[in-house]
């Protein structure tokens, strides 16, 4: 299980489409932090966020089956998250602040029209949070994901991963040895220890 | 001021009939829009997100056990990543092309210095001048007793990583020594205490000697073989470009296995002055003066009945420099005997010129090899 740390969200999603329940875990501990602290910021009750952060994940474990085979899983996260929060604004049955700040919002006429670009902003403004999580969440957070990614770059080029997800080699590579860098054997500890 | 359309946004929201307009303002300020500052989050709040439990078991029944096994995988996880990566990093956050990953990015051609990298993300560049560096008591040290960095968290992971024409020697924190030899890799945790084996895992070329304890075996991996052993001296050599996985074991006892193999052979027991040689096809053991697999380390260039391009090879290495053969067959020759390392090249070349028959031309760096 120790080795399931440091696989990229792209590994964990097959397995999660697999129904693993161990790769479901560390998706969960790799982004309930991040997706936590974005919501209250939304909503300003931590017990209602923390409440929206599980709903999103037992629905991500029930959708697995049909979780798209080229997932951006954390595009695919923040996005859900934004739609329920924005549907929890939308059917406040008092009137909130919420709707001052919108209508101003709206006779400013300035906003972003484009799909992706506003996909883009969504990631960096929840990813921005990783600063103000507790040490030991914000750990688990960067160095999953960022060296996640990289273990599957290593991993797909010199197919040393164990891995249960197949990944190709993209023709031979100049240069082996200087490819064959630290993070290699970082991997070989990280599944034998 | 008039909330009309703010309100009718909301209701159109609900109902899902927004236009792609619509959906536009709602997704722009939902990205500007914060009902909480995040500076007045209290630390409760913090030790509370931190705390959070694991989805509650959904009410269905047929998902419940479900849900267990989720809390169950979910807590061990948290613990071993909390276990693995728990330590202060006040460094910003590691991006994709942090120093570990360095060697990715630039050839190993470009390299100059040795380097010590945690597994926290730091590294350091390592004083050639010195010989080499002990992990003693949770501190990094130069052999010569100079600081270089304290080990925070007893699960850090540490590399050193040689460079061509360098060689570094590392006192691990068990007493057992190692040699690295140039473009070679050393990884070992920052302690040995907690864990059943000592393992560490390399890639290039090391000799070992290894403090001899017989309830904490020691475990040498590599890419292609795992070696263990009890107390012992031996050499590893498993440079990339050479063909064959050569362990030398000069005194004590030594188990070499064989990792991914489908070979019946999978793993042989060695005897001092025994060499175990790891091929494409299987592991062989072989009778040699294991004394001489050791040179290396004394500065020594050594070579036994070696062909032009093995022999190259191991000059391209140590002194950094390309070669380029301008001859009918790379693998003719057989030389044999000892180089001082500390030849510059020229002399080194010329010497090679006349035990071997080829011509050897320097230019810049790099060597031409000539009939």
């Keep these: ?193 | 001021m008039n909330n009309e359309t703010a309100k009718e946004l909301l209701r159109k929201y609900r109902e899902n009939t927004c236009t792609e307009e619509e959906l536009a303002i709602l997704e722009s300020w939902y990205l500007k829009y914060d009902l909480k500052d995040l500076a007045q989050l209290s630390s409760e709040d913090l030790l509370a997100i931190e705390a959070t439990q694991a989805p509650k078991p959904v009410i269905e029944a047929k998902t419940a056990s479900l849900w267990q096994k989720f809390l169950v995988a979910s807590a061990v996880v948290l613990i071993l990543g909390a276990g693995l990566f728990f330590y202060q990093n006040k460094t910003s956050l590691i991006k994709d092309n942090s120093p570990l990953l360095s060697s990715s990015e630039e050839s190993r051609q470009g390299e100059r210095t040795a380097t010590l990298a945690l597994s926290s993300g730091e590294v350091f560049n390592l004083d050639l001048k010195k010989k080499g560096i002990v992990i003693r008591a949770k501190k990094i040290l130069y052999s010569d007793g100079v600081f270089i960095s304290s080990v925070r968290s007893v699960e850090m992971l540490i590399t050193i990583k040689t460079p061509l024409a360098g060689a570094y020697q590392v006192t691990l924190p068990d007493g057992s020594k190692v040699w690295l030899n140039a473009a070679s890799s050393l990884v070992f945790p920052a302690t040995f205490e907690g864990s059943p084996q000592r393992k560490i895992a390399m890639s290039g070329e090391a000799y070992f000697e290894i403090i001899e304890n017989k309830n904490h075996p020691f475990l040498v991996q590599s890419k292609s073989q795992e070696v263990e052993v009890l107390g012992t001296h031996f050499n590893i050599d498993n440079y990339e470009d050479e063909p064959n996985v050569k362990t030398t074991l000069l005194q004590g006892i030594l188990r070499v296995g064989v990792r991914n193999s489908t070979a019946s052979n999978k793993s042989v027991i060695l005897k001092p002055n025994q060499q175990a040689i790891l091929g494409p096809s299987g592991i062989s053991i072989h009778h040699v003066d294991a004394e001489n697999y050791k040179n290396w380390t004394e500065d020594l260039f050594w070579f036994d009945k070696e062909p032009l391009e093995s022999v190259m090879r191991k000059i391209s290495r140590w002194y950094d420099v390309k070669v380029e053969y301008q001859v009918s067959d790379r693998n003719r020759g057989k030389l044999s005997g000892d180089i001082s390392k500390n030849e510059d090249i020229e002399s080194l070349l010329k010497i090679l010129e006349q035990s071997m028959g080829y011509k050897f031309k320097l230019q810049g760096k790099k060597i031409i090899v000539s009939e």
């Design chain 1, 1 to 193: 299980m120790t080795t399931y740390l440091l696989y990229s969200d792209e590994q964990l999603a097959a397995l999660l489409r697999q129904g693993n329940h161990d790769a479901f875990g560390v998706l969960y501990n790799r982004y309930k932090g991040v997706l936590h602290v974005h919501a209250y910021k939304k909503l300003g009750d931590l017990e209602k966020a923390k409440d929206l952060i599980q709903e999103l994940f037992v629905n991500l474990w029930s959708k697995r089956d049909a979780l798209p085979e080229t997932l951006n899983l954390s595009g695919y996260l923040y996005a859900t998250l934004r739609n329920r929060i924005l549907d929890v604004v939308a059917h406040e049955k008092v009137e909130t602040k919420y709707i001052d700040s919108l209508q101003n919002f709206v006779t400013e006429n300035n906003f972003i029209t484009d799909r992706h670009v506003r996909e883009r902003e969504l990631s960096r403004l929840i990813e921005q949070a990783v600063n103000e999580l507790p040490e030991r969440m914000r750990e688990v957070f960067i160095m999953s994901r960022n060296e996640g990614k990289s273990h599957k770059e290593i991993a797909e080029a010199l197919e040393i991963s164990e891995s249960t997800v197949k990944n190709h080699m993209k023709g031979a590579l100049k240069n082996l040895r200087s490819k064959l860098g630290l993070f290699t054997y970082l991997l070989f500890i990280f599944k034998f220890f």
